[in-house]
């Protein structure tokens, strides 16, 4: 026995202990491992065992679409024309409802600026003592600022009536 070494039991043979791995040779260093390794690959049972090979990894692709503005491209308004006849003519309608919303709220908050602007001009010279313009300028913003309300109200009934007649011709 080596110095150095354990002492083996009494019942176990000296040559089933291996060498110390500095004491083998380079060769048998490279050859001993994978041979033990096929051993015990052996050694595994045949339902543990993956005897095919492992399929590559899969490619995933995806597209992404964004769109910047009111209306889809042409293209994508042609699919939904194909998939839902007029559909392409709602957006449009839609759309150009939208936009002439919006300029009328656009026009209504402007006007609603400067009249308030105007009353607070008014306020401030009624305060220094201007008190004539003071009158000018909030009379004539008020009278402004009614008429604009009774010509909206009109406006809006004859929108109203337009709107009627034309769901009754449809």
């Given at each position: 026995m080596e110095a150095g070494a354990a002492p083996l039991p009494p019942d176990q043979p000296e040559a089933a202990v291996p060498p110390p791995l500095g004491e083998q040779d380079a060769a048998e260093?490279?050859?001993?491992?994978?041979?033990?390794?096929?051993?015990?690959?052996?050694?595994?049972?045949?339902?543990?065992?993956?005897?095919?090979?492992?399929?590559?990894?899969?490619?995933?692709?995806?597209?992404?679409?964004?769109?910047?503005?009111?209306?889809?491209?042409?293209?994508?308004?042609?699919?939904?024309?194909?998939?839902?006849?007029?559909?392409?003519?709602?957006?449009?309608?839609?759309?150009?409802?939208?936009?002439?919303?919006?300029?009328?709220?656009?026009?209504?908050?402007?006007?609603?600026?400067?009249?308030?602007?105007?009353?607070?001009?008014?306020?401030?010279?009624?305060?220094l003592g201007a008190t004539t313009p003071a009158a000018w300028l909030g009379g004539t913003s008020l009278a402004a600022l009614a008429g604009v309300f009774v010509y909206g109200v009109r406006q809006g009934d004859v929108r109203g009536e337009e709107d009627t007649q034309s769901e009754n011709n449809d």
């Open positions: 260093r490279g050859s001993a491992p994978r041979a033990a390794l096929e051993e015990q690959a052996k050694a595994v049972p045949a339902a543990l065992r993956i005897d095919e090979e492992v399929p590559s990894p899969v490619t995933l692709m995806t597209e992404f679409t964004a769109l910047s503005g009111p209306l889809p491209p042409p293209e994508m308004l042609a699919q939904y024309e194909e998939v839902l006849p007029g559909a392409a003519d709602r957006a449009l309608d839609g759309e150009e409802l939208r936009l002439t919303h919006q300029r009328e709220m656009s026009g209504i908050v402007a006007g609603a600026g400067v009249v308030f602007g105007v009353l607070v001009t008014a306020v401030i010279l009624a305060f």
